[in-house]
């Protein structure tokens, strides 16, 4: 492969960020601006894949504030609010382990497409984003030639495949998602991982790339149920943390489902890079100093 020059992949990056803007717009989605402080955010509790060492805060004005790990919980408020179809090109920060530096896709600063769909099943969700990842995985083919180089990106057909984890774990046990996205030329589905408090169980789904690059976007279905969102926070030791939420879960939460897609994931999918380090043009990887 060619080297990787900034430009390239700066074009690259900005074809996938045209392209989910027109794309989520023509879905009938509204874009919604970006919240980086909270009092709550994302506690990523009970998601073995999202490990942070700490919540990155800082104190203002008298309160202490969340620096974003994800929008989901605002994302819900809207939704209960009457938010319909919503999205949002999210910076977040997570203060990753230093060690996931070697797995090549964590970095501490990153960009998710972040989307939510008030009573949506998880069917609505698998559609949405296979015609996502099919458009502008064409789009960036054509339009971004010659940033590509001589990387041969593959046609995404769209459906994926769908599997359960339960199945994956006992075929290829604990590192199934390494083989399988090695295995495999196309996207595909994992069904029901151990997920945070706001996720339903069983309704909630990873989406991986292929080609050894991983997961790209985590969603599901959210719990709405009062009760099994008060439990289920209990139970991840998490209620006393996030006293807002639960004040805006007793108010009622409206069903809805969801999820993220990395946007510098997937920019190193399509542009072949080694790290995503070498998608950043600013890299904000764990373990590594920033430069600039
Ligand atoms: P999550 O819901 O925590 O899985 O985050 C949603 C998506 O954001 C993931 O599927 C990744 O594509 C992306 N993402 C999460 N953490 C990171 C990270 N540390 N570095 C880069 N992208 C990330
Ligand atoms: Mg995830």
């Not at 339009?143 to 290829?172: M, N, Q, W």
């Not at 339903?200 to 080609?211: F, G, S, V, W």
Request: charged fraction near 30%.
């Amino acid at each position: 492969m060619t080297e990787l020059k900034k430009i390239d992949v700066a074009r690259v990056t900005d074809k996938v960020l045209d392209h989910a803007q027109r794309y989520f717009r023509g879905e009938g989605f509204i874009e919604i601006k970006p919240v980086m402080l909270g009092r709550v955010t994302d506690p990523l509790d009970g998601d073995p894949g999202s490990a942070v060492l700490k919540t990155g805060t800082i104190e203002y004005g008298g309160q202490n504030l969340s620096l974003m790990q994800s929008m989901i919980l605002h994302k819900q408020k809207l939704i209960a609010e009457g938010f319909d179809r919503i999205f949002i090109l999210s910076p977040n920060i997570r203060l990753e382990q230093p060690q996931r530096e070697k797995t090549g896709r964590h970095a501490f600063e990153f960009v998710q497409i972040d989307f939510e769909i008030a009573h949506a099943k998880k069917e609505d969700v698998f559609e949405l984003v296979e015609g996502f990842l099919a458009s502008v995985s064409k789009a960036v083919e054509t339009d971004c030639a010659e940033s590509l180089g001589t990387r041969g990106l593959k046609c995404i057909k769209a459906p994926f495949d769908r599997y359960h984890v339960k199945d994956l774990e006992a075929e290829f046990g604990p590192d199934w998602e390494t083989i399988m996205s090695e295995e495999n030329d196309q996207p595909f589905w994992a069904l029901g991982l151990e997920r945070e408090f706001y996720d339903d169980e069983k309704n909630n789904y990873d989406l991986i790339l292929p080609e050894g690059y991983g997961e790209v976007l985590s969603g599901g279905q959210r719990v709405h149920e009062t009760q099994k969102v008060l439990e289920r926070m209990e139970a991840h030791g998490i209620l006393e943390t996030n006293r807002e939420y639960v004040e805006f879960a007793k108010q009622g939460i409206v069903p809805s489902a969801g999820g993220g897609i990395g946007v510098d994931r997937l920019v190193r999918y399509f542009t072949g890079a080694e790290h995503v380090a070498d998608v950043q043009l600013f890299p904000r990887i764990p373990g590594r100093s920033v430069e600039f």
